[in-house]
């Protein structure tokens, strides 16, 4: 039972680099979400898909582009990589997007940008 | 836009003791949740509690939600040493484009000693 499975674990970019960041759950939920969490900062959401072929901005969607492959997947692509977006990053799921439904997490995608 | 702050930043206690974490929100909500995370883990979801609720326990977890105070408190009795993570809470925004979407807070840090 995995649950979201997000890789890579870890990452070192230049920067100017792109790079994709992959999720997938395995729990059929319909809404999926990516998040950034920075020291003393908390989480906030880059973007979120509420279900099957919809996405949209969340706090924070500037530098990133999203893609909802098919239900189980949702990725996260840097274009052209920064310094300001050397974070974790974390996907996270719900049966729905609806009113706060608890959310899943994955383990998160540790990411350096020299 | 954080819409909770959890207080305190930090705490430590002995294996044993009772661990108490405040979170203060800004606006109206419709459910407010708790998350613990481990040290390099994603999020798990602890427990939810509505705006119409009070008090709600679930095994030594117990939360309590004043909505005229826009606080909730998180108490863990008989704290162990697995209980060591730190502690977020979550409020669902019912603003604008965000409606619907979790605020998290910048999270308790909780140190429990053998």
């Known amino acids: 039972n995995a649950g979201v499975t997000q890789t890579p674990k870890f990452q070192v970019l230049k920067t100017g680099q792109s790079m994709t960041l992959q999720c997938a759950q395995d729990m059929n939920h319909n809404s999926m979400y990516w998040y950034r969490q920075d020291p003393g900062m908390g989480l906030r959401l880059i973007y979120y898909?509420?279900?099957?072929?919809?996405?949209d901005k969340g706090e924070v969607p500037n530098g990133y582009n999203v893609s909802r492959l098919n239900k189980r997947e949702f990725s996260l692509r840097l274009e052209s990589a920064a310094p300001s977006q050397t974070s974790v990053y974390f996907c996270a799921s719900s049966e729905i997007r609806v009113w706060g439904q608890p959310q899943h997490f994955g383990d998160g995608t540790r990411l350096s940008i020299l | 836009s954080q819409q909770g702050e959890e207080d305190p930043q930090a705490l430590s206690i002995q294996e044993g003791e009772n661990a108490t974490m405040n979170c203060s929100y800004k606006t109206s909500i419709n459910n407010l949740q708790w998350y613990r995370q481990n040290s390099g883990r994603g999020l798990v979801h602890l427990i939810l509690i509505r705006s119409n609720e009070r008090e709600k326990h679930s095994g030594r977890l117990r939360v309590t939600l004043d909505t005229s105070k826009k606080s909730s408190s998180l108490l863990i009795t008989a704290s162990r040493a697995a209980d060591t993570a730190s502690y977020f809470c979550?409020?669902?925004?019912?603003?604008?484009?965000?409606?619907?979407?979790?605020?998290f807070g910048k999270g308790t840090k909780l140190s429990v000693k053998p």
């Open positions: 979550a409020t669902v925004s019912d603003e604008g484009g965000s409606q619907g979407n979790l605020i």
């Open positions: 898909s509420a279900s099957e072929g919809t996405t």
